[in-house]
């Protein structure tokens, strides 16, 4: 199974931050990626897609890049809407899998 | 609206067998792969199974393979999850979401609880 590695697993940053979110896949995964965000009791919401594609209604400030194994999910301006956890998922091949989640709190 | 809606978890014991539901509405259901998520209290993502939107391919995360069952109705806009053999370590909540073909998943219902205790 392909391993997604993220880091960090938390972060504490302020509002107006620029805030990046790294993904490391085990093996190559061209750009079969996603990435979510996912508020206490709530589902996950798709924000990016195919690594960098932005999911439609997602603010602009969040965008991802990267391919093969190495891809990152990029807040340019953090807002107090932001904090939550985030995930990476690879989609390339079975079992899917996700990213351990990287929690983003308020410093 | 393009909602997804589960239903059908609950408390059941170790070994006993539980049947999630999830109703499919304002989107062609048969257009859309579906796979059933969870998530273990206070943890992260985990898939869990899929089926492609033909009925064609099915595929299970190796700690649920022989005991869970995928299936979908796209004439009743529903989809399924047979649970077997329950354990404890089975115990989160479960999401279905959809997908279009080899992509991320971008429509999740709201998640159902199934507590795997005695």
């Known amino acids: 199974a392909i391993q997604l590695t993220q880091s960090p697993s938390s972060l504490s940053a302020s509002v107006g931050d620029r805030v990046t979110i790294t993904c490391r896949a085990s093996q190559g995964i061209s750009s079969a990626l996603a990435w979510y965000q996912q508020k206490p009791g709530k589902a996950p919401k798709l924000l990016i897609y195919d690594a960098s594609n932005l999911e439609s209604g997602v603010p602009s400030r969040f965008s991802g890049s990267g391919s093969g194994t190495d891809f990152t999910l990029t807040i340019s301006s953090l807002q107090p809407e932001d904090f939550a956890t985030y995930y990476c998922?690879?989609?390339?091949?079975?079992?899917?899998?996700f990213g351990g989640g990287t929690k983003v709190e308020i410093k | 609206q393009v909602q997804l809606v589960e239903s059908g978890g609950g408390l059941v014991k170790p070994g006993g067998s539980l049947r999630l539901s999830c109703a499919a509405s304002?989107?062609?259901?048969?257009?859309?792969?579906m796979s059933w998520i969870r998530q273990a209290p206070g943890k992260g993502l985990e898939w869990v199974s899929y089926i492609s939107g033909s009925d064609s391919s099915i595929n299970y995360a190796d700690s649920v393979k022989g005991r869970f069952t995928i299936s979908r109705d796209n004439a009743k806009n529903s989809l399924y999850l047979q649970m077997n053999s329950l354990r404890a370590e089975d115990t989160a909540v479960y999401y279905c979401?959809?997908?279009?073909?080899?992509?991320?998943?971008?429509?999740w219902g709201q998640g159902t609880m199934v507590t795997v205790s005695s």
């Open positions: 304002g989107f062609t259901f048969s257009d859309y792969d």
């Open positions: 979401a959809g997908s279009t073909v080899d992509s991320a998943f971008d429509i």
């Open positions: 998922q690879q989609f390339n091949n079975f079992p899917l899998t």
